[in-house]
């Protein structure tokens, strides 16, 4: 797990450290963009690409462990629904930056990793059956998500679904990658998602958190998902006026902790101003 990352002379970030969580969420300033201020752990760009993990790792093992764990890091931009709803072919590890591949993905998943699927789609809505696929003469997977009303079975192709059913479907996929190191960077988490399946949403990641070995990453504009979500996993995000970029747990001031005692995390964001909260943040450094 990545307990601290220091990041200097990248865009705005200069003697920046943050403090990570096995679930760590981020939410920003209205003049901050996670897009152009947040960098991507790229490990093409890195030396540590050229680390022989099985022949080098026991003379360099603090690398080769980075690598390991860089290697099995997945960043999910921006789930498409338009992306998901294509066919894909191959056998990917993944469901791609944008979910392109879970097609393809979900294809290769076995019987248990199936069924695990399934039952975490039903969690979101009684009525989902279950995501299946089918491959053709040339390789392509197309995927479907059936629906079940009474004894009327319905399939509907990706391509056709919404882009809630799409989301949660790549999220719950991702549950059954088996991947049990490395990080995985979810934006803008709710896009596309009720309100209402809040709280399923959050606990299906403090469970991939917990148990599934993986560290969790998320960003969101929603004050809705902030209820649900652990107090002291909340890192605020700021820009100060000469553009240098800051961060603290939402709640390390006592004054704002104070009023989880009458309010969720969310309505304190919403019932406070951003200057109000960096300015107090700031104090209680």
Same mark, same amino acid.
């Given at each position: 797990?990545?307990?601290?990352?220091?990041?200097?002379?990248?865009? !705005?970030? $200069?003697?920046?450290?943050?403090?990570?969580?096995?679930?760590?969420?981020?939410?920003?300033?209205?003049?901050?963009?996670?897009?152009?201020?947040?960098?991507?752990? $790229?490990?093409?760009?890195?030396?540590?690409?050229?680390?022989?993990?099985?022949?080098?790792?026991?003379?360099?093992?603090?690398?080769?462990?980075?690598?390991?764990?860089?290697? $099995?890091?997945?960043?999910?931009?921006?789930?498409?629904?338009?992306?998901?709803?294509?066919?894909?072919?191959?056998?990917?590890?993944?469901?791609?930056?944008?979910?392109?591949?879970?097609?393809?993905?979900?294809?290769?998943? $076995?019987?248990?990793?199936?069924?695990?699927?399934?039952?975490?789609?039903?969690?979101? /809505?009684?009525?989902?059956?279950? !995501?299946?696929?089918?491959?053709?003469?040339?390789?392509?997977?197309?995927?479907?998500?059936?629906?079940?009303?009474?004894?009327?079975?319905?399939?509907?192709? !990706?391509?056709?679904?919404?882009?809630?059913?799409?989301?949660?479907?790549?999220?719950?996929? *991702? /549950?059954? /990658?088996?991947?049990? &190191?490395?990080?995985?960077?979810?934006?803008?988490?709710?896009?596309?998602?009720?309100?209402? *399946? /809040?709280?399923?949403?959050?606990?299906?990641?403090?469970?991939?958190?917990?148990?599934?070995?993986?560290?969790? *990453?998320?960003?969101?504009?929603? &004050?809705?998902?902030?209820?649900?979500?652990?107090? &002291?996993?909340?890192?605020?995000?700021?820009?100060?006026?000469?553009?240098?970029?800051?961060?603290?747990? *939402?709640? !390390?001031?006592?004054?704002?902790?104070?009023?989880?005692?009458?309010?969720?995390?969310?309505?304190?964001?919403?019932?406070?101003?951003?200057?109000?909260?960096?300015?107090?943040?700031?104090?209680?450094?």
């Amino acid at each position: 797990m990545i307990s601290s990352l220091y990041i200097d002379n990248f865009k !705005a970030l $200069n003697n920046f450290t943050i403090n990570l969580r096995p679930l760590t969420i981020l939410r920003y300033n209205s003049e901050t963009d996670e897009y152009e201020k947040f960098p991507r752990l $790229n490990l093409s760009a890195s030396f540590i690409k050229t680390v022989d993990e099985e022949k080098e790792g026991s003379k360099f093992p603090a690398l080769a462990s980075i690598r390991g764990f860089m290697k $099995n890091s997945d960043s999910f931009e921006l789930l498409s629904p338009e992306k998901m709803g294509r066919s894909s072919r191959g056998e990917p590890d993944g469901i791609g930056v944008g979910g392109e591949k879970i097609a393809a993905f979900v294809h290769g998943l $076995n019987r248990k990793q199936k069924a695990g699927l399934n039952r975490s789609l039903r969690k979101y /809505a009684e009525f989902l059956s279950g !995501a299946d696929t089918k491959k053709d003469r040339l390789g392509w997977v197309e995927m479907k998500v059936s629906e079940l009303f009474e004894e009327n079975k319905t399939d509907i192709k !990706a391509m056709h679904s919404s882009a809630g059913i799409l989301r949660i479907a790549g999220i719950s996929a *991702l /549950a059954q /990658a088996g991947k049990n &190191t490395g990080i995985t960077l979810l934006d803008e988490i709710e896009d596309g998602i009720h309100p209402g *399946l /809040a709280a399923t949403l959050v606990s299906d990641l403090k469970d991939m958190a917990e148990s599934g070995g993986r560290q969790i *990453l998320v960003t969101t504009h929603s &004050t809705v998902l902030l209820d649900y979500f652990p107090e &002291t996993d909340i890192i605020f995000i700021w820009r100060d006026k000469s553009g240098r970029v800051h961060n603290s747990e *939402l709640f !390390a001031n006592e004054e704002i902790k104070a009023s989880l005692e009458y309010m969720y995390p969310g309505e304190i964001w919403l019932n406070m101003k951003e200057e109000e909260i960096i300015k107090k943040l700031r104090e209680g450094r």
